[in-house]
């Protein structure tokens, strides 16, 4: 082709062609999402919790609920004192109890107590036959031969058995988060299918209808709106008692007035647009007007209001069983985590830290994914 | 008259609520006939009542007074489920085609709706063998079916509106604006698949323009409205070579001339001013603040649609 401004041939099937690639609209929602690291950094990070809390108990070995009190309060990285013959090493527990740590950071047994020697204030435990010395004269508690009163070499070693170390009941706290991230998840998920079924419904007939019936269908949300939040979920917490359900049911109540008020909005502006009042005029029946029509198109702002009310109610979980109304123990949430740590927060930080984390976690993925998928559906960022 | 009337509307009037008691009169007593095989324009400035007029026609808002005959049936106050079976009967063509298709819909979906709601298939696959022929009638092929509506270019998504109009095969269909929101290019395409079906079909349309120059083009019959009362109804030829009133006279006059020439010998005609509040309409005539011709009178007492010879019907009080 020498002349490069020649007319092409044209068919008419050239021209009513689209030549764009055939995309879905979940498909092009997901194009706009994936180029947002931060919203794909909090997707992959539920993903991987989702994994922790449900794969997680099967590889471990422990049981959230069982307690051992000869290793209460261990600590993730354990400061230890080298054993007598080198092998192995000496873990002094909070109980002033003499732990033996395998080479490996394994816990071995707890050392047999021989005497309490109180003159050089030292208990006497036994190891392999030899005398090994607690000197708890002053702090910080350090382990010496008693003959010689040399204090053993100490270093740190990683708590191999309890990797997140244990908790004031000896309980395992990886365990623990795993069952806790469990129950976050499972109150954030039903929450969100609670709002979603009631908060859609309720907004979209409301909407929908329009008149009368929308002045008091959005004055019931008013009400339930105008009584703070918190306070009405510890009230029915209490009237229907603590624990899991009664959570659920609480969350479930009162979360969807957000949900029904944004769907009202948009399908009361939806409702107004042509392809509404095609469907009036093709003579659709009001199920396929709502169902195919209007909640489609509303989705959008239902799926963003989900993911951001999702934090809100895992928030809500996580405090109601830190305050102690939620879950009950032994059961593990990590509200109810965190209020078993504050007992111990000076000498063990790590057992508030750690489901602390947790919370933000979690906290930040579902706001990263609901600020992505707002952008992603938004239709004037379209590219 | 020989050919029977597809539409008969009399003195057809909608009101709406605007709050604190006011009242908008976008249509006031209007009164025409539409009849089968033909198309009849109705045309006006923005906010003239011509959607209203439309959308009160095909029953999406309830009409304030007056009837609407289909094909002599009575459907100015049946409920929605007793008029669901006649909606096959009359179809709409909306003006906007990026809000008229549903966003989240295949074009397939879109087309087979009419289908569905009628019973006409059963299941969606089912509706293919009628979809395809349609698609490819509006020139469109198959291959377009599962595209978006968003795809599509604006031609083409009028194009799948008109399709998703006529599969009903309907015998009224009323056009509002349709070529309106379309680039001058394509307005012909679309207009031109309109005739094609009315000489395949005998499909009768209302035609909604404001431009005069189409209407012309696609009407039997036109009618001028103005503030929700029709001023002027004739045979389409003879609105632009004998417009009587004095508004039809200045929207003739809005319409721009190629030659340079005959636009300048063009008699200066344009219409001052700006259209009243249809809340609270001028006494009397209407277009009284506005005629160039007002007499005393205008302002006074209304003039009545009446035949002044030929079927050409006008209101106003000059040609008394």
């Not at chain 1, 419904?201 to 339930?224: A, E, K, P």
């Not at chain 2, 569905?116 to 063998?129: C, M």
């Not at chain 2, 395949?200 to 012309?216: C, N, P, Q, T, W």
């Not at chain 2, 503030?227 to 006059?253: A, D, F, M, R």
Request: hydrophobic fraction near 40%; proline fraction near 5%.
């Amino acid at each position: 082709m020498d002349n490069k401004w020649e007319m092409l041939p044209s068919s008419s099937e050239d021209r009513e062609k689209i030549w764009t690639k055939n995309r879905t609209f979940a498909g092009d929602v997901w194009f706009r999402f994936r180029r947002k690291p931060t919203a794909i950094a909090g997707f992959v990070l539920i993903v991987l919790l989702l994994l922790f809390a449900l794969a997680g108990p099967l590889f471990t070995d422990y049981s959230y609920s069982v307690q051992n009190l000869e290793v209460v309060n261990i600590p993730p990285v354990m400061k230890v004192f080298d054993a007598p013959d080198g092998n192995g090493s000496l873990y002094i527990t909070q109980g002033l109890k003499v732990l033996y740590v395998n080479p490996d950071g394994t816990l071995g047994d707890q050392l047999k107590k021989v005497r309490e020697d109180s003159e050089m204030s030292m208990t006497i435990y036994d190891y392999n036959g030899a005398e090994v010395g607690l000197y708890y004269g002053q702090k910080p508690y350090v382990i010496a031969d008693p003959a010689t009163k040399v204090i053993y070499p100490s270093s740190t070693v990683r708590n191999a058995s309890y990797l997140l170390g244990t908790d004031s009941l000896g309980r395992d706290i990886l365990t623990r988060l795993m069952y806790g991230i469990r129950v976050s998840l499972l109150v954030a998920f039903i929450a969100a299918a609670v709002n979603m079924v009631i908060g859609v419904l309720y907004g979209g007939i409301s909407g929908y209808l329009g008149g009368n019936v929308d002045t008091v269908l959005m004055r019931v949300v008013d009400i339930i709106n105008t009584i703070p939040l918190t306070l009405y979920v510890i009230l029915i917490v209490v009237l229907l008692g603590s624990g899991l359900q009664s959570i659920i049911v609480a969350l479930g109540s009162v979360y969807w007035v957000d949900m029904a008020r944004v769907v009202r909005g948009q399908v009361l502006s939806l409702k107004q647009q042509e392809f509404v009042l095609a469907a009036k005029t093709i003579g659709s029946s009001t199920k396929t007007i709502l169902f195919q029509h209007l909640i489609p198109n509303a989705m959008g702002s239902i799926l963003v209001t989900v993911t951001m009310l999702i934090p809100s109610a895992i928030f809500m979980e996580a405090f109601l069983s830190f305050l102690g109304i939620g879950l009950q123990p032994p059961l593990a949430s990590l509200g109810t985590m965190c209020n078993d740590a504050t007992a111990n927060l000076r000498t063990c930080p790590y057992q508030m830290f750690i489901p602390a984390l947790g919370i933000c976690l979690i906290m930040f993925a579902f706001n990263f994914v609901g600020d992505g998928l707002r952008d992603a559906l938004d239709p004037k960022l379209k590219k | 008259m020989s050919e029977t009337a597809m539409l008969e509307v009399k003195n057809l009037t909608k009101h709406f609520k605007a709050g604190r008691g006011q009242v908008v009169h976008a249509v006031d007593n209007v009164s025409f006939v539409l009849k089968k095989g033909k198309t009849l324009g109705l045309v006006g400035e923005s906010g003239c009542g011509k959607s209203s007029c439309a959308r009160t026609v095909i029953r999406i808002y309830e009409p304030t007074e007056g009837t609407i005959l289909l094909d002599g049936q009575d459907i100015s106050h049946m409920k929605q489920r007793e008029l669901k079976p006649l909606r096959r009967k009359m179809q709409m063509i909306f003006q906007d085609p990026y809000a008229s298709l549903n966003a989240r819909m295949t074009v397939r979906d879109i087309i087979a709706e009419p289908l569905l709601a009628h019973g006409v298939v059963k299941k969606k696959d089912q509706a293919n063998e009628l979809v395809y022929p349609m698609l490819e009638r509006v020139g469109l092929t198959k291959e377009h079916a599962n595209r978006y509506a968003h795809e599509f270019s604006g031609g083409q998504r009028q194009r799948v509106g008109i399709a998703r109009a006529l599969i009903l095969q309907p015998e009224l269909v009323i056009c509002d604006e349709p070529i309106s929101a379309l680039d001058v290019s394509i307005q012909a395409q679309v207009i031109n698949l309109l005739r094609d079906f009315q000489e395949e079909k005998g499909v009768s349309y209302l035609f909604i323009a404001h431009d005069l120059s189409m209407v012309r083009y696609v009407s039997d019959d036109v009618g001028v409205m103005y503030l929700g009362q029709l001023v002027e109804v004739c045979e389409s030829g003879e609105i632009y070579k004998n417009p009587l009133h004095p508004y039809t006279k200045g929207l003739l006059g809005s319409i721009p001339i190629a030659n340079p020439r005959l636009a300048r010998e063009k008699e200066k005609s344009s219409i001052e001013g700006d259209i009243p509040s249809p809340i609270a309409p001028p006494s009397g005539c209407r277009f009284h603040t506005r005629c160039p011709f007002a007499r005393p009178e205008c302002g006074e007492r209304a003039p009545v649609l009446k035949d002044v010879g030929g079927g050409h019907m006008v209101a106003c009080h000059l040609y008394g």
